[in-house]
């Protein structure tokens, strides 16, 4: 349905995509399925895996909720990444015998890069995967009722984990030579979601 995102990078403002998600909601649809590049902090998830996103750091802890009133504000976070389509994933992956990871994404704020002393830390507090987008867009999601599913490329190793120095355009390379596994599997996977009766009632 979208063809990108805003970024909080490209303004400062982590809210860019409450008009355009709120909308989703409003025209009928249930589920935002998410895709993103990320910086991988694992070694066993090297540039090209592919990780679902079973949970999320909030590095910035900036929220594009503030502003907002109601009870409804005060979202529950607990299974943000909607567990029966989590299952739903991991068996279609199985079923194809994709190599699928999961972890926990961490966003940052960017848009530079992370030093090496951030990416250690970023793994110690228990992040797999690193990128500048998607954190807020799942806490709007949740706060409009929508389902969230998200998947990550991994498009290099998080910096000082590699022999490389990160660019964008190693980045967007990387996505480019992995794209086309990765577009597979989002194409068979929304034709899945056709067999989830929760996401049809
Ligand atoms: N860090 C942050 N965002 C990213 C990265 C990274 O290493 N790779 C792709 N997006």
Redesign the pocket.
Known sequence: MLGGRKHTYETGDCSGMAGALRSLKAWGVKLLLQTN???SLRAHMPPGSLMLITDHINAPQRSPLVGESGNARFVDMGAAYDPELLAHTRQLAQAQAVALHEGTYLW?L?PQ??TPAEIRMFAAWGADA???STVPETILARHAGLRVLGLSLM??M??GLGDES?THAA?LQQAQASGSYAAQFLADLISSLADVPSLHT
């Open positions: 590049a990320a910086g940052a960017g890069f992370e690193v990128g500048m498009t290099n998080g910096a990160l980045t």
